[in-house]
């Protein structure tokens, strides 16, 4: 078995200085590989996981967001701990012992999977045992929540603490085109052998000096989810079931949700529009205590748009621009927006019940597909 790629599907490129990416649609495995040939040796190339079956009209230039094909996922190994908010770093020997652990796991399970050095860390595709075809927001977040159970399980099980937790499941997210060229290291990406593993980190990196193409498949089963049926316009979690420990991330004390970390909060990102209004939003509520906006005086708004428009500035969007996130940010925070679990999950962003649940869309009882 191998990894499918499917199309359309979006492509971004990073260059080593200025560093500003926008994305653009490939409708095919040719598309991509001419784009991903003129990169190589120039700058980064990145694709989103996924393929979607829809893009946005009129004009066609994105892709449908709520349309994916999720047939995979990737667990994203960095030399960070993120078990703690501010992510330290560890040693990258850590990441791949790490990697070593989930992907013996998977051989013994028979689990469809590849592995790749990115040229930074590792990144594993995991199968699922068929294409999951989200029929809209309420459903993607029913597969989402599905899947982050898994993967929540494996963080917890098998310590992975250097399991990037916003990379699962992430259906708008990006990752480094496998086999290509990563210029900000001067390493390719390449696929990996058990034995490469095993053999260390000075090895891996002496062998992607070259480039090495293909996958190394593993595994005949792709990983079944369970997700629930009952999803619906008011209806989302049992009050019952126990919530998954999804990871936060935090903005001068303020905790940011797991969705809103998992949608917009990603590091050299480009989350989609409505993730980072979404994100805004509520950053802009915490930091007036919910305090309705007509009762905040302009000083106060005036400092919480700068609070805010300095993290963003901190997460290094792809397309960050200071000016048009400062005038975008000061129009959200001086306006009054409703904003509730409910919404998000419909919305496809939801990865599972948190603690953080507000309880909107409780329902009785749960039935799996």
Not at 23 to 51: C, H, P, Q
Not at 104 to 114: A, N, P, S, V
Not at 182 to 195: E, F, H, M, V
Not at 311 to 333: G, M, N
Request: hydrophobic share 35%; aromatic share 10%; net charge neutral.
């Amino acid at each position: 078995m191998k990894i499918t790629f499917d199309f359309p599907r979006e492509v971004m490129e990073l260059g080593n200085e200025k560093g500003r990416g926008f994305r653009k649609i490939v409708e095919s495995s040719s598309d991509l590989e001419r784009y991903w040939e003129g990169k190589n040796g120039v700058s980064n190339a990145f694709m989103t996981v996924y393929g979607y079956r829809a893009t946005k009209p009129p004009f066609n230039k994105r892709v449908d967001l709520l349309t994916p094909i999720v047939r995979h996922f990737v667990m994203d190994f960095d030399p960070k701990d993120f078990r703690q908010r501010d992510r330290p770093n560890v040693d990258i020997e850590r990441a791949l012992d790490q990697a070593l652990v989930l992907h013996r796991h998977l051989l013994k399970e028979d689990i469809h999977h590849g592995v790749w050095y990115s040229g930074g860390g590792f990144h594993v595709w995991v199968g699922l045992d068929k294409p999951y075809m989200p029929s809209d927001g309420n459903h993607l977040s029913a597969i989402k929540d599905a899947g982050m159970r898994v993967v929540n399980d494996w963080i917890r099980d098998f310590n992975l603490f250097c399991s990037d937790p916003a990379v699962p499941f992430d259906t708008s997210g990006m990752i480094r085109i496998p086999n290509s060229y990563n210029s900000k290291r001067g390493l390719w990406s390449i696929p990996l052998s058990t034995n490469d593993m095993e053999k260390g980190i000075d090895y891996i990196m002496e062998k992607a000096l070259d480039a090495h193409f293909g996958m190394i498949p593993y595994g005949n089963n792709g990983l079944p989810l369970e997700v629930k049926k009952n999803y619906g316009k008011a209806s989302i979690f049992s009050t019952s079931s126990a919530p998954i420990d999804l990871p936060t991330v935090s903005m001068d004390g303020v905790t940011i949700l797991p969705c809103l970390n998992s949608a917009a909060c990603r590091q050299g990102s480009n989350p989609s529009h409505d993730a980072r209004v979404q994100l805004v939003k509520y950053l802009s509520k915490r930091l007036r205590n919910f305090i309705p906006v007509e009762r905040v005086k302009q000083q106060k708004l005036e400092e919480d748009t700068e609070t805010i428009v300095s993290y963003i500035k901190s997460l290094d969007w792809a397309d960050f621009d200071e000016r048009t996130t400062r005038y975008q940010v000061s129009t959200i925070v001086g306006t009054e927006y409703p904003q509730t679990c409910a919404m998000l999950f419909k919305k496809g962003m939801c990865l599972g019940k948190c603690k953080y649940w507000d309880k909107t869309g409780a329902i009785i009882e749960e039935v799996k597909e």
